[in-house]
């Protein structure tokens, strides 16, 4: 064989060792979760009278025709539908039904104190405690960096959680930079 006929064989034989070889996967991320605040887009095919959108009211729940009252605080998109279709079941054979998030009005943190611009923070994706103080445009010269306490209410108590930016802001001591849970509140003295 020639050298030009070895190079297409061994190059051909390296291509489908790379075709046969497992693909990269990509990191799974977790469900977005509904909250309050959120609207969804709930349709069931073909049945035209059931295409609407629904608001994830302040309790958490939402209504749709024909399945009622449906609690989707903290659920996934999928895990509604799949409530949806099974309640629909007593009126539809074999209902298809589609849930998409239509608007993202749940998430939100709050940043006060001394930082450049104190408010309301609506978020999407996760978002840990140095990017929360980034949003509100960074802390002004005289906060207490090392004195931020993070406030959560989990099941109707108030929690705190101490964090010391210069020492994130140094690379230390990083756990303490949480992910934010929907209506955390950062406070900067």
């Keep these: 064989m020639s050298s030009l006929r070895v190079c297409f064989v061994l190059l051909l034989l390296s291509v489908a060792r790379l075709s046969l070889a497992e693909p990269a996967t990509a990191p799974v991320l977790p469900a977005y979760r509904l909250q309050p605040g959120d609207v969804?887009?709930?349709?069931v095919w073909k049945e035209t009278d059931l295409q609407k959108e629904v608001l994830v009211r302040p309790d958490g729940g939402l209504s749709f025709p024909l399945a009622g009252e449906v609690d989707a605080r903290g659920k996934s998109v999928d895990e509604v539908r799949a409530i949806l279709a099974e309640r629909l079941q007593k009126?539809?054979?074999n209902p298809v039904v589609t849930v998409a998030l239509?608007?993202?009005g749940g998430n939100r943190i709050y940043v006060l104190g001394r930082v450049?611009?104190?408010?309301?923070?609506?978020?999407?994706?996760?978002?840990d405690?140095?990017?929360?103080?980034?949003?509100a445009g960074g802390a002004t010269p005289y906060a207490a960096l090392n004195e931020i306490v993070i406030l959560r209410r989990?099941?109707?108590r108030q929690q705190s959680f101490?964090?010391?930016?210069?020492?994130?802001?140094h690379g230390h001591s990083l756990q303490q930079n949480i992910v934010l849970e929907s209506g955390d509140t950062v406070v900067v003295p």
Excluded at 40 to 43: E, L
Excluded at 129 to 135: D, F, G, R
């Design 40 to 43: 969804v887009d709930v349709s």
């Design 91 to 93: 009126y539809i054979p």
């Design 102 to 104: 239509k608007q993202i």
């Design 116 to 127: 450049n611009h104190a408010g309301e923070f609506p978020f999407a994706n996760s978002l």
């Design 129 to 135: 405690v140095m990017q929360a103080i980034s949003l």
């Design 154 to 156: 989990q099941n109707g």
């Design 162 to 169: 101490s964090f010391r930016y210069l020492d994130v802001a």
